[in-house]
């Protein structure tokens, strides 16, 4: 299994950046695929997940209504447009899958995923 995040850069707060994951190695129906960040000195943070079966999407707090997660069901892709980037979003951002079946809920903690992509870093200066 391979994860591979891409698409990260420097940015202007405001701005905005488009991440994408592919996945290899596996057939993510029934799987969840979600993001999540880790700023430096912190711990990592969950952004945002999407059931493959159903498209149930969920976000962490600090990037509701400025990031939107979306998937490629054809070319096992998800992709993460954020918008309205702001400093604090700096870190760097990880895709990952879980095998489970689960509430939304069950997605929101990394202990619960199976397969890490290499991280992707998005830097946002003020």
């Known amino acids: 299994v391979q994860l591979q995040a891409s698409g990260g850069g420097l940015v202007q707060a405001g701005g905005s950046l488009r991440l994408s994951c592919a996945a290899s190695?596996?057939?993510?129906?029934?799987?969840?695929m979600g993001w999540f960040r880790q700023a430096p000195g912190k711990e990592r943070e969950f952004v945002a997940n999407?059931?493959?079966?159903?498209?149930?999407?969920g976000y962490g707090d600090s990037v509701k209504g400025r990031f939107t997660i979306s998937n490629d069901r054809a070319k096992n892709l998800v992709y993460l447009q954020m918008d309205s980037l702001r400093p604090e979003d700096t870190a760097v951002y990880y895709c990952?899958?879980?095998?489970?079946?689960?509430?939304?809920?069950?997605?929101?903690?990394?202990?619960?995923?199976?397969?890490w992509g290499q991280g992707t870093l998005v830097t946002v200066s003020s």
């Open positions: 999407i059931r493959w079966n159903d498209g149930s999407i």
């Open positions: 190695g596996l057939t993510l129906n029934n799987y969840n």
């Open positions: 990952a899958v879980s095998r489970r079946y689960a509430g939304m809920w069950y997605y929101t903690d990394q202990s619960r995923y199976d397969h």
